[in-house]
């Protein structure tokens, strides 16, 4: 077996993406629900095992049941089309025609099944007096067991061991360098105070330098390690059934972010467990600062979690519906956000992470649900085909996958079209 690491990416659940069901079935509905649809793709599996040299056999046995399928349907046109002369593949190619027609049609009987199977594969409810939406909680993959070992608090106790290291290695360092002071007055003491004698005892103390720097190094860098991992274990691992599953599904308005960050609920609850284990030892000075690093860590789990509900990779069969119309409603949600990390009072004093430092972090969602999320699927295609788009940039805040990730999530049937496509060219 690999060795366990404690890696922060192991904690954020792994969806495998599958061919799409749906996809499938709907560009078979012509062929299984109408009599030509069925009749057309007969002849066309018939060509197509035609041997070589035996074409002309085939030709003739698809104009007998071309004859035996216009008995039942005298009216035709495909009968029109044998009797005056046409090659089977134009009569193949109208029977096409026809099947599109008869797809048309039959379009209320293609649209509820199409609503069945999005049902049964878990995406949007068809609204009316139906049952409610399946959990999606029960997509979500297991959990490692051996990540379910380390409790919060356990954890806490070894960011706070990690913090009296870093202070004890600091106060051995700072004990050599007087000793080391002693041993040149020492040396130095009893020599003429002049300009080279001066020169000597700094050229000596230089030579000690910081022997500790890189064991203080690797004790910071331990801190802000463990700092990630326990916030990303409370957004993604500990409460990923609200932060990963039921955020925003079906729809953003039936399960909104305001709901999540509100005293009293789940991660109000997780965070002050770890208040309380962080700031229990008053002996270690310097936990508070390990206190805010960890609230500001986990508000930016929260809003990368969002960006994933919203315009991230597909969650498996956790799918989500959103419109334009949604968009002021995310916006409601990162002011919400805004307001628990920085419990302002009564009289304006701010008593959590610092108003500007948690707008920082915001922001780029802001400008995302303003300046993407609030256009219509038309305009995000346009934006998608449009060449000064790029393809993925960290600078820009549109771009192609950015536009595919909010189209995944379009319930019209152009971005559902782009999307398969797409899907197509990628599996």
């Known amino acids: 077996d690999k060795p366990f690491r404690m890696a922060p990416a192991g904690l954020i659940p792994q969806f495998q993406l599958k061919k799409d069901a749906l996809d499938k079935m709907t560009g078979q509905m012509q062929e299984l629900f109408t009599q030509e649809g069925r009749q057309a793709a007969r002849e066309r599996k018939e060509l197509t095992r ?46 096409g025609q026809m099947t599109g027609k ?3 049609s039959s379009g209320e009987a293609i649209d509820s099944m ?17 049952a409610p939406p399946a959990d999606p909680v029960q997509w979500l993959p297991a959990k490692d067991e051996r990540l379910m070992e380390h409790s919060l608090c356990e954890l806490c106790v070894r960011l706070k061991n990690l913090k009296w290291g870093a202070l004890q290695v600091q106060s051995l360092e700072e004990d050599v360098h007087k000793l080391w002071e002693t041993e040149l007055d020492r040396r130095f003491g009893c ?23 890189t ?30 599953a039921r955020l925003y599904y079906p729809t953003p308005y039936a399960s909104p972010l305001s709901a999540l960050v509100q005293e009293g609920m789940a991660l109000d609850l997780r965070l002050a467990e770890v208040s309380a284990e ?14 805010w690093a960890l609230l500001e860590r986990v508000c930016e789990a929260v809003v990368q979690a969002v960006e994933w509900c919203l315009v991230g990779e597909p969650m498996g069969a956790i799918d989500r519906r959103m419109g334009p119309e949604d968009a002021q409603l995310v916006v409601q949600d990162l002011i919400a956000l805004k307001k628990y990390f920085v419990q302002r009072d009564d009289e304006g004093n701010v008593n ?32 998608y085909y449009d060449r000064t788009t790029p393809e993925h940039s960290d600078k820009s805040l549109i771009d192609r996958h950015t536009i595919v990730g909010a189209l995944q999530r379009r319930p019209e049937k152009a971005a559902m079209d782009l999307v398969k496509d797409l899907r197509k060219k990628k599996y």
Do not use: W
Not at 191 to 213: F, P, Q, T, Y
Not at 222 to 236: D, N, P, R, S, W
């Open 50 to 95: 035609a041997p070589k040299g035996q074409e002309d056999t085939m030709k003739q046995k698809m104009q007998r049941s071309l004859n035996v399928f216009s008995a039942s349907s005298n009216k035709s046109p495909l009968v029109e089309e044998s009797k005056s002369g046409a090659s089977p593949i134009a009569i193949l190619d109208k029977a």
């Open 102 to 104: 008869a797809v048309h």
């Open 114 to 130: 199409e609503k069945k199977m999005v049902n049964f594969m878990g995406g949007k409810s068809t609204p009316g007096p139906q």
């Open 191 to 213: 020599e003429d105070s002049g300009a080279a004698a001066a020169e000597a005892r700094h050229l000596e103390e230089n030579k000690l330098g910081e022997i500790l720097v």
């Open 215 to 244: 064991s203080q190094m690797v004790l910071h860098h331990g801190q802000a390690q463990l700092i990630e991992y326990i916030a990303t274990k409370i957004v993604f691992f500990d409460l990923r059934e609200d932060f990963v």
């Open 278 to 291: 962080i700031m229990s030892c008053e002996s270690i000075s310097g936990t508070s600062d390990l206190l």
């Open 352 to 383: 959590g992470l610092d108003e500007e430092r948690v707008a920082a972090k915001t922001g780029r969602l802001e400008m995302l649900a303003n300046n993407l999320l609030s256009e219509d699927t038309d305009r995000l295609i346009e934006l």
